[in-house]
């Protein structure tokens, strides 16, 4: 978790997945990232788990997410 100004950011590369493979959830100032590519035989052939742990001023209703166009995930959120 990086901060920058009244902004905390966290950034994932997850280029080798398409945006519907992509889940992000968050639950008290933590962050939660999932992916997972499924072969056309309907097997895992790739994943990607990360967790952490927003500072405890973190706005939780602020926290967004984008996926830029190279495939690198960006979560932020605002300080209190």
């Known amino acids: 978790v990086r ?4 902004i905390y950011q966290v950034v994932a590369d997850v280029s ?10 968050t639950s008290n100032c933590h962050v939660a990232i999932h992916a997972e590519k499924v072969a056309e035989d309907g097997t895992v052939c790739d994943t990607f788990t990360h967790k952490c742990q927003l500072p ?9 997410c984008t996926l830029t166009e190279v495939g690198t995930l960006v979560i932020t959120a605002r300080r209190r």
């Open 3 to 6: 901060a920058q100004g009244d």
């Open 56 to 64: 405890e001023d973190t706005d939780p209703l602020s926290v967004s």
């Open 16 to 25: 080798q997945f398409e945006p519907p493979d992509i889940v992000v959830t």
